[in-house]
């Protein structure tokens, strides 16, 4: 499975925006679905994880009712949609798939894409 972000930039704090992961292959709706982000000088960090079906949902605390995840199998996508964005969300994302059940921790994901840069502004 080859994952590519896109829908990262620059926004002021109380803004929105909404990343993408396009997969390739035709098992994406096999893989559960997750999304982590780093800063610089700070470790990876778990941010949201769907199961394969979408029925199942996760998230880090940090995030939770500012972000929602979601896919759409027809489409071999997944989304992260980021509200309320404040200077700390300020990192890299990234996508992720593994297979099963989705988990929080980053070493136990298969696939990752390459990132998206997120920045912002106060």
């Known amino acids: 499975v080859q994952l590519v972000e896109s829908g990262g930039g620059l926004v002021q704090a109380g803004g929105s925006l909404r990343l993408s992961c396009a997969a390739s292959g035709r098992t994406f709706s096999s893989y559960a679905m997750g999304w982590f982000r780093q800063a610089p000088g700070k470790e990876r960090e778990f941010l949201a994880a769907?199961?394969?079906?979408?029925?199942?949902?996760y998230y880090a605390d940090s995030v939770k009712g500012r972000f929602t995840i979601s896919r759409d199998n027809a489409k071999n996508t997944a989304y992260l949609q980021m509200n309320s964005l404040k200077p700390e969300d300020t990192a890299v994302y990234y996508c992720?798939?593994?297979?099963?059940?989705?988990?929080?921790?980053?070493?136990?994901?298969?696939?990752w894409g390459q990132g998206t840069q997120v920045t912002v502004s106060s």
């Open positions: 769907i199961s394969w079906t979408g029925s199942s949902k």
């Open positions: 992720t798939a593994r297979m099963g059940a989705y988990d929080s921790l980053w070493s136990t994901y298969d696939y």
